[in-house]
């Protein structure tokens, strides 16, 4: 085992490094790719706006005003 | 005892948009969603004695709903990718050596800081998350909208910590090919 991972190896790491930390040789063989490698660091760019993206993305809330209604449905129920 | 109508209603309150939010995310519909909203409150107050208060109520909430959302599924079938596709299409993106295939083209996102300001994009990226395997979407909502943390999703999903990488790692994969589809020039 040297240095070298493969593309497969090195994407995995990356979505992981966006999480959590990983450990120093994993670090170093992933910086050592990425600096050799275009199309992984170009991949790591798009990871990031994903992230973003699910973050905002996912998160398009119900309308305000909609909530307050359906919430004094609810509990008028419960009454 | 401390009454339980002020307890629950303090949920309503506090729960209401988030538990909305996601059943309009797995229905698609969003009269059914509220519906279905209600329900989970009724029930909620109705087995009220069965919560364990050493739990967190949302996920208590959020089981509720999702066996109304899951037996509203079985009703209607609806299109998405099996796991073992996903993990296909994944793998398919490297070779043997776990080089990127020839065939992944890496294209430029146009405008990347405000693609959600743009209604076109929303809706290649809702085409794209829906297509993801319902229990992966799952995993991701849980971690991008409720903020749970990966011990928390592991738990709750019943997934190995590797298992739980490898399916973020995965979707994010997923994502980028969909969307370098529609959107990559």
């Known amino acids: 085992m040297g240095l070298m991972i493969n593309c497969k190896e090195a994407t995995f790491l990356v979505d992981k490094e966006f999480e959590t930390k990983i450990g120093l040789i994993a670090q170093l063989k992933l910086r050592y790719h990425l600096y050799i490698c275009k199309v992984c660091s170009t991949y790591k760019i798009k990871s990031n706006i994903i992230n973003h993206l699910f973050k905002e993305g996912l998160n398009q809330k119900p309308d305000a005003v909609f909530v307050e209604e359906l919430k004094e449905k609810i509990k008028l129920k419960m009454m | 005892m401390e009454d339980k109508s002020k307890i629950v209603s303090t949920w309503v309150d506090l729960y209401t948009s988030k538990l909305l939010q996601w059943a309009i995310?797995?229905?698609?519909?969003?009269?059914?969603?509220?519906?279905?909203?209600?329900?989970?409150?009724?029930?909620?107050?109705?087995?009220?004695?069965?919560?364990?208060?050493?739990?967190?109520?949302?996920?208590?909430?959020?089981?509720?709903?999702?066996?109304?959302?899951?037996?509203?599924?079985?009703?209607?079938a609806k299109f998405t990718m099996s796991e073992l596709q996903a993990e296909k299409l994944t793998n398919d993106m490297f070779v043997e050596d776990g080089h990127w295939s020839q065939q992944e083209k890496f294209g430029v996102w146009q405008e990347e800081k405000h693609l959600l300001d743009n209604p076109a994009f929303i809706k290649i990226f809702e085409a794209c998350t829906s297509k993801l395997p319902d229990n992966w979407r799952e995993a991701l909502f849980q971690k991008y909208i409720f903020e749970k943390d990966s011990n928390e999703i592991c738990r709750e999903l019943n997934l190995s910590d590797a298992n739980y990488w490898q399916l973020i790692h995965r979707s994010k994969l997923l994502m980028r090919k969909c969307i370098e589809k529609f959107w990559g020039n």
């Open chain 2, 25 to 76: 995310y797995k229905l698609k519909d969003r009269d059914l969603a509220q519906d279905l909203v209600q329900d989970t409150f009724a029930v909620a107050f109705e087995t009220f004695d069965q919560f364990k208060h050493n739990s967190k109520p949302l996920t208590w909430l959020v089981g509720i709903l999702n066996n109304k959302i899951n037996t509203q599924y079985r009703t209607s």
